[in-house]
């Protein structure tokens, strides 16, 4: 099955394009008597298996056709005897989503808007570099953590993800980016940094992430998946207990009024619990693996050199990286964009206090692909009111 639909191939989406995939393809099957195997760790599809009386061997070779080769069909997966086709035919599916639309970036940055049922729709990015090729893929339609500066948020939390429905947009972007499953791998890294706040869906997530670092799945490494989070510390915890991987803190401020504001979730959590839970994390691994702090910069807001020398006493000692990300407007945002010579001046304050600091690049901006701008399509949303935000006027 080809997820990008009979009229679209990668190669000829025009820059810029947005492409409308109406009805490019039905449903594969009917919903609901089928369970998708893109919600199935190895670990669960072993116990399916031998509940069902086959070898557990057999779910690693399903598991190799499926992330491996990229193959959908059964009828496909040639060393799967004849009468076990037939049975997993009678129970399961591999079924990725459909595509809505599909948008690329002069920048060579592609964004697909997916249906995940009940009229909603998820984004994916994926942002090609020199030396790796990132997926940003979604947890939630919707968010409910309510940052300030973030459009998701602005939308509300319609529903969690299922794993499937995480796991299938790896798969579907490996598909539509053409490469081959085994040996050309156009994704080397997964960001959890698209659409929702992945630790407030756990349940769904864990599995995702053992899917995308299993050798039987897609064998990406752990530094290569990085779960990116506002800070929810009981599941920081759980998350360090359950699987080994990276991890990404959104902290936008060093202080807690600031970031009462800015990142809601604080008044839960403040600073310092979340700082306790990231040395926690980091002391169970090894020190090579920073937490990345992501900083999004707002004109006025957080930049200030006073704040970045806040920030540094913050994070003094700890394994960390600090991500400045310039702010993605979006309409009606109250936020404006940090200049470049403040982000200059905020990295360098760091930097003489000895913290790795990099600002990242934006991309895809011109298809509303750039972190925070991602939107999809939110129906039924809790709709949520802002506070007022301390705004220097100097
Ligand atoms: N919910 C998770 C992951 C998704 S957001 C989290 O918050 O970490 C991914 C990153 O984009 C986060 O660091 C988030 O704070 C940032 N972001 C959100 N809105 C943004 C915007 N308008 N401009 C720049 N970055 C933004
Ligand atoms: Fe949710 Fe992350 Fe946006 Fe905050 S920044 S509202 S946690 S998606």
């Excluded at 409910?144 to 972007?173: H, K």
């Excluded at 003094?316 to 964009?337: C, D, H, Q, S, W």
């Amino acid at each position: 099955m080809d997820p990008t639909g009979p009229t679209q191939t990668p190669s000829d989406v025009p820059e810029g394009a947005n492409l409308v995939a109406s009805e490019a393809r039905p449903a594969a099957v009917p919903a609901g008597r089928f369970t998708n195997l893109f919600g199935m760790d190895r670990e669960r599809l072993r116990a399916e298996f031998a509940s069902i009386g086959e070898k557990p061997f057999r779910a690693d070779q399903i598991m190799q056709w499926i992330y491996r080769r990229g193959v959908d069909d059964f009828g496909g997966m040639t060393n799967i005897s004849k009468d076990l086709r037939a049975r997993l035919e009678s129970s399961f599916v591999v079924r990725p989503p459909e595509l809505l639309t599909e948008q690329k970036s002069i920048d060579g940055t592609r964004k697909w808007v997916l249906k995940v049922g009940g009229g909603q729709a998820i984004e994916t990015v994926f942002i090609p570099e020199k030396d790796r090729g990132t997926l940003c893929i979604s947890s939630q339609v919707g968010c409910a953590m309510d940052c300030a500066f973030c459009s998701t948020g602005q939308q509300g939390l319609n529903r969690n993800l299922d794993t499937a429905e995480i796991v299938a947009q790896v798969w579907f972007a490996a598909k539509a980016l053409g490469g081959d499953f085994q040996n050309e791998r156009v994704i080397s890294n997964v960001v959890f940094m698209g659409m929702g706040e992945p630790l407030a869906n756990y349940n769904a997530v864990l599995p995702a992430v053992k899917i995308l670092q299993d050798d039987f799945g897609f064998g990406l490494s752990k530094r290569r998946v990085t779960v990116s989070t506002s800070g929810l510390v009981p599941f920081i915890d759980r998350l360090r207990e359950d699987v080994d991987t990276a991890l990404a803190v959104s902290l936008h401020a060093p202080s807690d009024d600031l970031r009462n504001v800015l990142v809601p979730i604080n008044k839960k959590y403040p600073i310092a619990e979340l700082m306790d839970a990231c040395r926690r994390y980091t002391a169970q691994r090894d020190h090579k693996m920073h937490i990345v702090y992501e900083y999004v910069m707002l004109d006025g807001v957080n930049d200030s050199p006073a704040q970045a020398r806040d920030l540094a006493k913050l994070l003094n000692g700890m394994p960390a990286k600090v991500n400045l990300i310039p702010f993605n407007p979006f309409p009606e945002t109250r936020f404006k964009r940090s200049r470049p010579e403040a982000i200059e001046a905020f990295a360098n304050v760091l930097r003489a206090k000895n913290i790795l600091a990099t600002t990242r690049k934006t991309r895809g901006d011109d298809i509303d692909a750039a972190c925070g701008q991602l939107v999809g399509k939110v129906l039924n949303k809790q709709k949520r009111r802002l506070g007022d935000i301390p705004v220097r006027t100097a």
